[in-house]
């Protein structure tokens, strides 16, 4: 199993040329990179821009087609050869008002059109220190999940991202992240068995940069990364995938 480093671009850069021009260095910079796969998820309009790397989108919708104004569908993204979508990132819970039963609608879409899925969970600061981590994932993995086949799941990356740790600086220690890995583990292999538990990849995401990357691989038992703003300096995020190889 290759180490699976996503970059999520956010809502950045403000420009096709910044774009394209932060896209072609982290396309030179990995092209030499044997054993961690890179997907990078831009902005929706910057897809159709790139060629030569594995591609993901930051959303979509649960709907197929019509009057659902504004919205981008799986078959869209298919259409567009894109691979991944990623789902039920803490941001798109906190600003859009996402809710464990949309984002199990999404998985749901984004498998039967045939994509795979990034699915996120994550506890908030506040449901960590109320001692209620472990129910939160139980409870976002158990709810996200919720119809999903063992053949299904094998078209899922689970990405742990504590939101007190996204965009702060403040990075979940190894170990905390280790027993947190070790527990979504446990719950998948409740809801599956051993087998697709072991076999599931579990990324680590929440200010990961160069200094602190090769440890959630080596020592915290994540698959890969899900990497925000380190992924918008070409150079970090460069070293971020040879800490992964
Ligand atoms: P960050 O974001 O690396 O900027 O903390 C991670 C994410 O939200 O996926």
Redesign the pocket.
Known sequence: MKNLI?A?W?LNPTTQKEAKSLFEKIKKGVSRIKNAEVIICPPFVYLPLFKGLTLGAQNCFFGEKGAFTGEISASILKDLKIEYVIIG???RREYFGETDEVVNKKIKKVLQTGLKVIF?IGETAEERDAGKKTEVLERQLREGLKGITKEEIKKIVV?Y?PVW????GN?CSVDETMSSVLFIRKVISTIYNRGIADNTRILY????KSDNSGSYIKNAGANGL??????LNAEEFNKIVKSAE
């Open positions: 996503v999520n956010k990132h803490s941001e996120c990405a991202e740790a996204i965009g702060t990075n995401g929440g200010s990961v899900l990497v925000g703003g380190a992924s």
